[in-house]
């Protein structure tokens, strides 16, 4: 089992950078792909990035490539989102997911362990 502690989020304006951190305790981190979700207001969790076990793969959706890069510190437990050129419509509570399977998978229901959240708000 791991468990997962969000940080980073903040209030920047449009254009701006933000770099969230998520620290995995219990089990070791590179046991588990990880991956970022998000969650605006009214609408449904969606998924943002992943990253493989060993860092040797990523996938992002669309609307984050170019300007979010995941990455990840096995040796800290620790995975990262930079974000980048950030929108008004970035804002959401950005969410740290574990699964233990081997494949970068973009379901919410196949990540087996969760953050609690941080909060990214873009003002225009």
């Known amino acids: 089992q791991v468990q997962l502690v969000e940080s980073g989020g903040g209030l920047v304006q449009a254009g701006g950078s933000l770099r969230l951190s998520c620290a995995a305790s219990g089990r070791t981190a590179s046991a588990y792909v990880l991956a970022w979700f998000r969650q605006a207001p009214g609408k449904d969790r969606e998924f943002v990035a992943a990253i493989s076990r060993s860092a040797g793969a990523t996938y992002y959706r669309d609307f984050v490539k170019g300007r979010f890069t995941i990455s990840r510190d096995n040796a800290k437990n620790t995975v990262y989102l930079q974000m980048n050129s950030l929108k008004p419509e970035d804002t959401a509570v950005y969410y740290c997911?574990?699964?233990?399977?081997?494949?970068?998978?973009?379901?919410?229901?196949?990540?087996?362990?969760w953050g609690q959240g941080t909060q990214v708000t873009v003002s225009s």
């Open positions: 997911a574990a699964d233990s399977g081997y494949k970068l998978v973009t379901s919410q229901y196949e990540y087996d362990y």
